[in-house]
């Protein structure tokens, strides 16, 4: 395994940025920034061995520090949407950004981990990259000092395992995430809509118009949102459903099958070739069909435009903080906080 590191350039406060690519002997690679510990690129080879890469992102930190979709980003301390930008832990209320138009609370809102260097640490024997960040106490609205690390590792087998790790000094709420979109046909490609789509879940969480759960768990059967059985993301996106207007399409939580690292979700492009299989020990995936991809071009200068990227996001439930009957993200002090995501690529005849 080799790790290369290069120049990223400069964020806007004069901080120097570093890339990290690590490759397998395979000639598969992986990019990762020390700014945001964003996952940057996913080189791997489609059916007729031709490297791509097929995860959207920027070729300047400048792109990074704006970046409206969340490209690459490590989310924390707490990923998806509070309602109201508030929850109670312990009978004290804490107050965080309300950083969307209807007051709630995404992705820890603007001074989210993304924005703020990491420190890196390289192990080239076993293909990894560590970023490692301490948040202290009262940061974000968030009580207790939360000292976590992230670990990007690829392996000869193609597989991209992300590790989080962590404790806090006081109880506190934790719900970390990567939001990298994927286009198995290669960034700047086009749409992902025929993009085959399997979700191991025979559950969703249904949402109201601003994407807050009810707080209940709706079998999928008979919805847009059966992906049981492999399907084109496309096929049921313009069914009519409240739900699908709500977030504008495919923009929600499954309640995963299953518990313990295992696969939950599979994705194959029949025009590549490429696979992509999802491994978590998570209890929820936020499905995100790219709706409303904006900002500044991407790589190469492409103008990446809506449904042209997909997520995976493995999670607590939305807004579980304040919802006791989703399994709760309440992190004790001293306790270890460890979870661990992989995305794997192969291929398909």
Not at 29 to 44: F, H, N, P, T
Not at 56 to 68: A, F, H, I, M, S
Not at 116 to 132: H, I, L
Not at 180 to 209: C, K, Q
Request: proline share 4%.
């Amino acid at each position: 395994m080799k790790i290369e590191s290069s120049d990223f350039g400069t964020t806007a406060d004069g901080q120097r940025v570093t890339a990290y690519r690590v490759t397998n002997r395979g000639g598969a690679s992986i990019r990762v920034i020390d700014y945001g510990a964003v996952l940057v690129d996913v080189v791997v080879p489609d059916r007729s061995g031709r490297l791509t890469d097929v995860a959207l992102g920027y070729d300047k930190v400048r792109d990074y520090e704006q970046n409206p979709p969340h490209f690459g980003a490590t989310i924390g301390r707490y990923g998806n949407r509070i309602e109201g930008g508030s929850f109670t832990l312990d009978g004290v209320e804490y107050q965080l950004a309300k950083n969307e138009k209807n007051r709630n609370n995404l992705h820890s809102g603007p001074d989210g981990y993304e924005f703020r260097m990491w420190k890196a640490k390289t192990d080239e024997k076993n293909g990894c990259v560590t970023f490692s960040l301490v948040s202290p106490d009262g940061d974000q609205g968030f009580p207790g000092e939360f000292r976590v690390s992230v670990t990007y590792m690829l392996t000869e087998q193609n597989k991209v395992k992300i590790h989080y790790e962590g404790s806090a000094d006081r109880s506190t709420v934790v719900n970390m995430t990567n939001h990298s979109y994927f286009n198995l046909d290669g960034e700047g490609s086009g749409t992902i809509m025929d993009t085959m789509l399997m979700i191991d879940a025979d559950g969703y969480t249904p949402v109201d118009e601003y994407s807050i759960p009810y707080g209940t768990v709706e079998r999928v059967d008979g919805t847009p949102f059966d992906f049981r059985r492999a399907k084109p993301i496309g096929r049921d996106a313009g069914t009519v459903s409240e739900q699908l207007e709500h977030t504008g399409g495919y923009d929600h939580n499954f309640a995963l099958n299953g518990s313990g690292l295992r696969t939950v979700a599979e994705a194959w492009s029949e025009k590549s070739g490429i696979r992509m299989s999802v491994m978590t020990d998570q209890p929820g995936l936020q499905f995100y069909a790219g709706n409303f991809i904006s900002g500044p071009a991407g790589k190469h200068g492409h103008v990446y435009g809506r449904r042209e990227g997909f997520a995976l996001e493995t999670q607590h439930f939305p807004n579980a903080v304040n919802v006791l009957a989703f399994e709760s993200p309440r992190l004790e002090a001293g306790e270890r906080y460890s979870t661990t995501t992989c995305y794997t690529f192969s291929t398909v005849e």
